[in-house]
Each structure stands twice: as C-alpha cells, then as structure tokens.
C-alpha cells in the first residue's frame, strides 16, 4: 500500500497534429484505432501493480474533464491540475509533496500516460523490482531501454561497461538527444538504453534531491505545505505554481544526482511520439500503408499512413512515403521523412491564428 503510481498527462502532442490539439491532445486519442485512448491504455497497466486509489493523474487544469471522462473510476481527488505548463520538474515536484501529504512512506513511479507496452508482464516485473529497490535504497531508479537503432530524438542513459549481465546498474551519465554519428557510437558501444522517462523514487529520496539539487522549486511550492492535501490545495497550487522555473527533471535532478540507478527493460516500448512511430509500430498492409478510413479506394499508394474520419470517403493514389490525416478542423498531407518539421508548422500556424 506504499507503492503509488503518477501519470503525468499534461502535454499537448503538437507532432500528431491535426488529430492532437490543445484541446484535445495525443493522450486522449485512440491513436492505436483499438477503441481505447493511449491515457486508458496506461491507467489500465497501472491497476495491475496498485490499486486506482493510489493512481494519480497529473495533467493541466483544461484537461480535468477529459481525465474524468476516460477515466470515470478514478477518484476526482486524484486528478492533480497544474496551473501552467513548466516541465516535468515542477511537475513531479508537486506530485511528490501531495503523496507526501498521504504517506511519507511513499514510493512513486512517474510514467507517461502516452507510451505504448507490448510486453506487460515483463513491464510489470521491472516495475515491481524498481518499487522495491527504490524502497531499500537511497535510489532513484529509471527503466532504460535497450536501443535498437541511432535515434536522435531520444536521450541516452550510460552505464558502466562490464561482462557481467547485471539486472540494474548505477548511471554514469545521462547525454542529451545526440547528433546520428553520436547515436551510432553509444549504439555500437552496448553500455547506452534510451531514457523512456519513467521514474521510480521514494517521496524522501525525491523531495532530498530536490532541496540539494534544485532546491528554489521546492522552495516556492512548500512555502506552505499544509495546504496539500486539502480543499485548498488547488488555490494555492494556482498561486505559486507558476513562478517554479520552467526545467525538466532531467536537468534539475538526474544530470546532477549521484544515486541513479538503471534497470534494462525490454518491455516492447514505443513513445509514439511521431506520426512515423506510429506507422513503424502498427502492422501494415502488402504495400507498407496503414489506413485508418472506413472507405477508401488506394492506388499506387506505398509506405504511407492514412487516417480519415469514419463519414470521409478517401480516394488516393500515386503517393510514396506520406502521412495523411484528415480532421474536421484541419487536413495534413506531408512526406514522412519531413515530419519532424510538422511542430513548428503548427507553432507558426498558432501565431497567424491569433494575429
């Protein structure tokens, strides 16, 4: 009963536009076109290891009506509302305080709500090995996966070389996303997993961490601590959440903390982070398509994804390499190898909107 579980659902998904918007993000979308959305998806893996009272949903304060609507079980308590969006830092400061509040013997994972696990029971395991050795130790634990190709858009966790086939390792260092030679060298190296932000800590270790390694966030958000856990946390909440410094946990904590700790996970993940990484994880068609459209006529059509809403009649033919996504609002027709410029399409987008 001291094991909790902080899924932090706060993000807006901007690379899956146009189906991921502000108002309704990548999280809440059944992205996978199984029926159920990414954020369910996760909750549901996360009540095979505690139970929903010790499930937390960390989201902004616009989201609080989606989280209860794909999530009706949930107690409306847990739904923790930040104010403002100022990374993961802040974040999961904040949650450390509010189970601190609950239990000071707490040990908490932080997991995204928007990540895909093909092997649960294995995922499960590691996760239940991390809760424990984060409960025995002065640790903070995280699961590192084990790469499978040079990607740049990850950042890489370190660990020492050695013979020995350990089940966890102490972290040498964390490296930033890498330019493709870099990727490649901790590739060929075998002592490098992609960091898949999910976090394993006690309340003590974690709050320790911050007060000796970020201590002006905790500074702000415990100038009065009785107010967590109570009616008017969320006022309070609103009122000194956003002159926390806008940083990542990654910065403020784990590049400079000394007691990291890594435990190799094959657990089948993806973050689906790109409409690409979409395509890559689901099965494809003869020709390499996904179509995700209840009538269409597909000719010529190679390598490319589509997806349409269920009334659109979609005709394509003669494309290669492509993403198509229709939505009520907005239609995306963009090559695959170019995705990555699609965030800052829709940022300047945003711009002429509100001009």
Known sequence: MNNYIAIMAGGIGSRFWPSSTELNPKQFLDILGIGKSLIRLTFERCLLIVPVENILIVTNKNYRTLVKEHLPELPENNILCEPSMNNTAPCIAYTALRIESINPNAVFAVLPSDHVIMKETIYIDKLNQAFKFAKDNNAIVTLGIQPTRPDTGYGYIEVPITESDESIYKVTSFKEKPTKRIAQSYLDSGNFYWNAGMFIWSVKTLLDSFRENSSSILNILEEDKSKFGTSEEQAYIDEVYPKT???????????????????????????????????????????????????????????????????????????????????????????????????????????????
């Open 245 to 355: 410094e806008n940083i990542s946990v990654d910065y403020a904590i784990l590049e400079k903390a000394q007691n990291v700790y890594t435990i190799p996970s094959d657990i089948g993940w993806s973050d689906l982070g790109t409409w690409g990484s979409l395509h890559t994880y689901l099965e494809k068609d003869d020709n390499r398509n996904i179509i995700q459209a209840n009538i269409s006529h597909i000719e010529n059509v190679h390598n490319t994804l589509v997806r349409a809403q269920k009334e659109r009649i979609v005709v394509i033919k003669g494309l290669d390499n492509y993403i198509v996504v229709d939505e009520p609002g907005a239609l995306l027709i963009y090559p695959k190898d170019k995705e990555q410029e699609i965030k800052s399409i829709v940022k300047s987008l945003s711009k002429k909107k509100s001009n």
